[in-house]
């Protein structure tokens, strides 16, 4: 498996845990899209960083080639999902009113 299936499959996963296992629903809702806009230039950046001075390589056997603020464009799918997770868990723990330690 490549890391643009891997990326792919993280959308569809990510996306039926919001829909259907939490039911959050945040792809739905303006709240979610907005604050992603605003979590998106801070993952370009850090993207671009992190890729243009070869911090971090892909194999271009692994990725399509498709590069976004030089990193690949699978970066910004597998951003995405971890987004929305992290999002969904963080809605979900606060409606159980998780204790604190």
Do not use: C, H
């Not at 890391?3 to 979610?32: E, G, H, M, Q, R």
């Not at 370009?44 to 976004?68: E, H, K």
């Amino acid at each position: 498996m490549v890391y643009t299936d891997i990326a792919i499959i993280s959308i569809i996963f990510a996306a039926i845990v919001d829909l259907f296992i939490i039911k959050n629903k945040l792809l739905t809702k303006k709240v979610f899209w907005t604050s992603y806009a605003i979590i998106l230039p801070f993952q370009l950046i850090t993207n671009w960083w992190l890729t243009s001075r070869n911090i971090v390589m892909y194999s271009p056997d692994a990725i399509t080639g498709i590069r976004v603020a030089s990193a690949p464009a699978e970066d910004l799918l597998f951003g995405f999902a971890l987004i929305l997770l992290v999002m969904n868990l963080w809605v979900y723990w606060g409606k159980k009113g998780i204790q604190k330690r």
